[in-house]
């Protein structure tokens, strides 16, 4: 008779561990101890002394049962006959092993290129030696409407920085500059777009290393330049040039200090790096270097430690103000560098789209997700496998516990089994990466090399989903067998048509992301072709933008418009600063009747008479700039619908009004309609377009249609005649506006794989468990055959269940799809509706191909001669 | 097996099993520790102790005969003083008691 007030779990703990000839002792020990306990401190408080006194009774080892033959089981010669047999089962089960083993290997595919972007997506910046303390300045400049945070500041900032405050150790400036700039060795010249000009700390504070150079000197005095390393091979075919000189522009030489090591992920991407003062403010800038509202330059801080950021904030804020000479409200911030590449969309403004690189976070959340949908089905899969798998193994294990096999051992049996299978699907994968290595490093966007530190953690990783994957028909196992007396086991497997549910509920969760992930692929290519074919309010096709550098464009303009009208291939010519690419200049817009302190900000287009007409953009009211008009290249301007709304004028009463950009005056004498500059994920922003007052460096010239390469081949000779010693350096226009959404393809591209591996993986798993299942009714089957059943009744009885079980999921996955792809299309300005169309295919493609499936393991034992499954009986 | 030497704790213990005679069961001498020493060592510490004198053969254990109606019906085991583990306590007192009596004066003044 037990204490019936004793907490349970404890006794019967101590009832299996204990010593038996303890038990008897200890337990009336617990047992009396708690009846004082009882009278003496409460049933509560006597509950728990109880359970305390258990495990600490069990803590202590020489009190507990005895284990006798313990370590036998893993010794070497176990561990190899274990081995030996496992590898007979796979063969014997060839094809349960198969499936299983490639369906770890496909999803372990999935989850490693989800690893190696990770790992790349969150390697970035992690090079620079001093990372925890150093930051970018982020100025955000307050309106009456909203905060602004910007990630560049004046050129006037930075020079107050050096040696102001103990807490900045360093600080330099970045300015990338957008105009095309010619470097030139010998006869090799080349247009250099990606330009940089830092003050001298700026490699002490982003350490890029140098592969040849001083990092302390090279950008200290003026006319210095850094190649990086494909750079110098360019121009001299060898990294081994210092002092070497470099025409810059037409007029300039700059003198090597420097080979730089650039690396892939680097927020700053860079050919050229130019020491700060080699930096001309090029003609018809408003501003100088001095100047405070010019915000262009990235300024970056070395500071002496990370608890110094609030003080700096401070102080950096008032610096601003005390030294601005204009009546601004800003609040400088500071951004640590490890956050630029994935934190940084707060600050995302158009016009830097180009000049530092930025991920996207909540992709990686929806990577990560998707990796985990992955893992989780390939879990269930083996789940269901093993125990279909089991219950045909009971007859084994049984006969040979019968012969004198341990539990014990048998449970190593099946542990070695499972990590075998498992550790052959990893290896399956491994040797798929490393074969289809090239196709992987498209799809990733990424090389695939893993060298040094990096490959620990996966090494870890790989272990971890070894034994996870492994673990989960170890335990499938140990459940089923412990629920199982040998009796059972050795009669036969009755049991397993009665509760399928918790089977069931794994193949619907499976067919749920199945479907889930295949609507996602179809609506992201719908979006994606949405995209490319949207009309973007003017014409890109056959038009192709040459690239020049600003001087030589505006010298010899006229020659070569004179020049190449004559070519009947062409119908249009212009120039621009920017080609709808994203890029563009900004300035503040108001009305000229407007308080000083009110003002919008537009984009700003500088671009030559025709550009309208070149790229055929709409006009609503007024006209496009015209030579007839001598004023038009200091007053006109020309706006967009967007921006005449928020100026509070109607589009046909906006022409003549006066307006002010900037500091100046203009009349308005266009009205255009809107028309994209910047990728569509944003909408229409205002946009002013004037005549250039800088350098323009592109080049447009509007084909007629027909075949294009013999077009350009006729443009390239009449431009050899014009300009023989300028290089003819051009790329098409819808291309370049193509490549704003190379992410968004990738990450298209990386959703398709995952849902092919995923449909492949529930397939292949819905294929071995049908099959296992149907195995159980083999002799039902042959019966009802017997007694008269046709073969489409038997293939209806034996595989409705299944069919329901796929009609649920798919009705499930219904709204979970929409709610997700609503989530990710809001974050395209101009997005498609989500129509029925590609659920519904996606949902045909997963009844078919797993209806098919089904059909096919249904059909098979219908088919079949009842005889051959009823004579063993 | 190792030495035949008394820790502290399975001396106090050994002296609880001879000072009980005749009801010396494991929660008996934990009560009586407590009681006496006013140190509180839990029940599975006890037993651990009881089992490894028994194991170097200071103790001897058998179950009582009469089954309690209290302790959920379970009989006491209840452990009696051999003679090697009277002999390990006298050793062991005289010992201490020599070593008490060569104290030179100096150390703790005159009694």
Redesign the interface.
């Known amino acids: ?3 019936p007030n ?1 907490p349970k779990w404890i006794v019967r703990l101590v009832q299996r561990l204990l010593d038996p000839s ?1 038990l ?10 708690f ?1 004082q306990n009882v009278s003496q401190v409460g049933l509560r408080k006597a509950r728990r002394q109880f359970a ?2 258990g495990l ?5 080892h ?2 507990r049962r005895k284990r006798v033959a313990r370590r036998s089981i893993w010794n070497a010669s176990m561990l190899g006959y274990h081995i030996k047999l496992s590898f007979r089962q796979i063969r014997k089960n060839f094809l349960f092993s198969a499936i299983n083993i490639s369906g770890v290997g496909f999803s372990m595919v999935g989850i490693l290129l989800i690893g190696f972007y990770l790992t790349r997506e969150l390697s970035y910046d992690h090079f620079f030696s001093d990372l925890d303390r150093i930051y970018r300045v982020i100025p955000i400049y307050h309106n009456s409407t909203n905060d602004r945070p910007m990630p560049s500041a004046p050129p006037a900032l930075g020079p107050l920085l050096v040696n102001a405050h103990g807490g900045i150790e360093k600080s330099a400036r970045v300015y990338i500059s957008d105009i095309n700039n010619v470097l030139g060795y010998e006869d090799r010249h080349f247009i250099e777009k990606r330009i940089f000009y830092a003050d001298s700390a700026f490699l002490d504070i982003l350490d890029f290393p140098l592969i040849v150079g001083n990092s302390e000197t090279a950008l200290n005095a003026p006319n210095t330049v850094i190649l990086s390393r494909r750079h110098a091979i360019k121009y001299f075919g060898t990294v081994d040039i210092l002092g070497k000189s470099l025409h810059f522009n037409e007029d300039r030489t700059v003198m090597v200090t420097g080979v730089v090591e650039v690396p892939e992920n680097s927020h700053l991407q860079f050919d050229v790096l130019m020491s700060f003062s080699t930096y001309r403010v090029p003609p018809g800038y408003t501003d100088d270097l001095t100047s405070w509202r010019w915000n262009g330059f990235f300024t970056y801080v070395k500071l002496s430690g990370a608890e110094q950021q609030t003080t700096i904030e401070q102080f950096l804020t008032d610096t601003w103000m005390a030294n601005q000479n204009r009546d601004r409200e800003v609040t400088v911030t500071l951004q640590p560098v490890k956050d630029i590449y994935l934190g940084s969309s707060y600050v995302y403004h158009p016009y830097f789209a180009y000049h530092y690189q930025t991920g996207d976070a909540k992709a990686l959340y929806g990577l990560i997700g998707a990796g985990v949908l992955l893992l989780t089905i390939t879990l269930f899969n083996l789940a269901n496998l093993s125990s279909a798998q089991l219950t045909r193994r009971f007859k084994n294990i049984t006969i040979s516990k019968i012969l004198g096999s341990s539990t014990r051992s048998i449970g190593y049996q099946l542990l070695v089994e499972a990590l075998l299978i498992s550790f052959l699907g990893v290896l399956l994968a491994f040797v798929g990466i490393v074969i289809f290595s090239d196709p992987f490093e498209t799809l990733i966007g990424y090389q695939l090399e893993l060298k040094g530190q990096e490959v620990v953690p996966f090494i870890g990783i790989v272990l971890l989903a070894i034994v996870i994957l492994a673990s989960v028909p170890i335990s499938v196992s140990v459940l089923k067998a412990s629920r199982h007396s040998i009796s059972d086991r050795a009669i036969s497997v009755k049991s397993i048509n009665r509760g399928l549910s918790w089977r069931s509920i794994l193949m619907i969760f499976q067919l749920i992301v199945t479907s889930v992930l295949l609507t996602a692929t179809l609506v992201m290519k719908d979006q994606l072709a949405f995209i490319s074919q949207r009309n973007l309010g003017f014409e890109k096709e056959n038009v192709i933008i040459v690239e020049m550098q600003g001087e030589i464009l505006e010298r010899h303009y006229e020659r070569i418009k004179t020049g190449l009208s004559n070519n009947p291939n062409v119908t249009g010519i212009s120039r621009s600063k920017y080609a709808l690419n994203g890029k563009s200049g900004g300035s503040p817009l108001s009305m000229k009747s407007w308080d000083s302190s009110e003002s919008f900000g537009v984009a700003v287009y500088e671009s030559h008479y025709d550009f309208l007409e070149t790229l055929s953009i709409e006009i609503l009211d007024g006209r496009s700039f015209s030579q007839s008009f001598p004023t038009d290249s200091a007053n006109a301007i020309i706006l967009n619908r967007t921006a005449v709304e928020m100026l509070g004028l109607d589009v046909e009463a906006a022409v003549g009004q006066q307006v002010r950009l900037l500091d100046w005056d203009k009349t308005i004498v266009g009205v255009v309609e809107d028309f994209h500059i910047a990728s569509l994920h944003g909408t229409v922003r205002p946009m002013a377009m004037v005549m250039p007052f800088t350098h323009s460096t592109k080049l447009l010239v509007k084909l007629s249609s027909g075949d294009v390469s013999t077009h350009i081949s006729s443009i390239q000779e009449d431009w050899r005649a014009l300009l023989s010693d300028v290089p003819f350096d051009f790329h098409f226009l819808d291309d370049s506006i193509q490549s704003q959404y190379e992410m968004d393809q990738r990450f298209s591209r990386l959703t398709t794989t995952f849902s092919t591996i995923a449909i492949v993986v529930a397939l292949l798993g819905l294929f071995g468990v049908s099959g296992f299942l149907l195995q159980t009714r083999l002799k039902e089957a042959a019966i009802r055959k017997v007694l008269g059943a046709s073969f489409g009744e038997i293939v209806l009885l034996l595989s409705k269940s299944f069919y329901f079980q796929m009609l649920l999921s798919v009705l499930i996955s219904i709204p979970v799809s929409i709610y997700i792809m609503q989530h990710w299309l809001n974050n395209f300005a101009y997005a498609i509706d989500l129509n029925a169309n590609s659920i519904l295919i996606a949902l045909l493609l997963v009844t078919t191909l797993g209806g098919a499936t089904i059909f096919y393991q249904s059909s098979r034992i219908a088919i079949v001669n009842p005889s051959k499954n009823l004579r063993n009986d | 097996m190792k030495g035949t030497n008394l820790g502290e704790l399975e001396e106090l213990v050994l002296l609880m099993v001879a000072n009980l005679y005749d009801d010396a ?3 008996a001498i ?1 009560n009586e520790i407590k009681d006496k020493c006013n140190r509180a060592v ?4 006890v ?2 102790t009881l ?2 004198l028994q194991d170097k053969g200071f103790v001897d254990s058998k ?1 009582g005969t009469k089954n309690p109606s ?8 209840l452990f009696k003083v051999t003679q090697s583990g009277e002999r390990a306590l006298r050793q062991s007192r005289e010992l201490r008691n020599q070593l008490w009596d060569t104290i030179p004066e100096l150390v703790f003044g005159p009694k």
Do not use: C, W
Request: aromatic share 6%; proline share 2%.
């Open positions: 008779m037990n204490q004793a303890l008897d002792a200890v337990l009336g020990d617990l047992m009396e101890e009846d305390r006194s600490v009774i069990l803590f202590q020489r009190l | 069961y494991g929660l934990r839990s029940l599975g510490t037993h651990s089992h490894r179950y209290s302790r959920g019906g379970r009989p006491k085991l």
